[in-house]
Nanobody, 124 residues
């Protein structure tokens, strides 16, 4: 079992920045690729970013490319999502997820463990 707890969400003005954190406990964090997903009100959950087990490979959804950066610190069992130049469309509940594989995935069904989410609201 892996327990995931997100933090760092909040209210930010358009153009601002936030950094989300996801702390993992339980099994060895470095055994898991990690991903960030988000769900806006009235919409389905969607892929945001993913990072490989080693941290060497990352992938981003088109709407966040060039603005968001995913990273991880295996010594701290934590994955991060740095969000810059935020837009109102980034408003959503953000989830981190763990996948028992070396590589991340854009598909949420390929992740075994999920956090409860942290709310991000971007005002215009």
């Amino acid at each position: 079992q892996v327990q995931l707890v997100e933090s760092g969400g909040g209210l930010v003005q358009a153009g601002g920045s936030l950094r989300l954190s996801c702390a993992a406990s339980g099994r060895t964090f470095s055994s898991y690729a990690m991903g960030w997903f988000r769900q806006a009100p009235g919409k389905e959950r969607e892929f945001v970013a993913t990072i490989s087990r080693s941290g060497g490979l990352t992938r981003y959804a088109d709407p966040v490319k060039g603005r968001f950066t995913i990273s991880r610190d295996n010594a701290k069992s934590t994955v991060y999502l740095q969000m810059n130049s935020q837009k109102p469309d980034d408003t959503a509940l953000y989830y981190c997820a763990a996948r028992g594989s070396s590589m991340g995935s854009v598909y949420e069904y390929e992740y075994e463990y999920w956090g409860q989410g942290t709310q991000v609201t971007v005002s215009s």
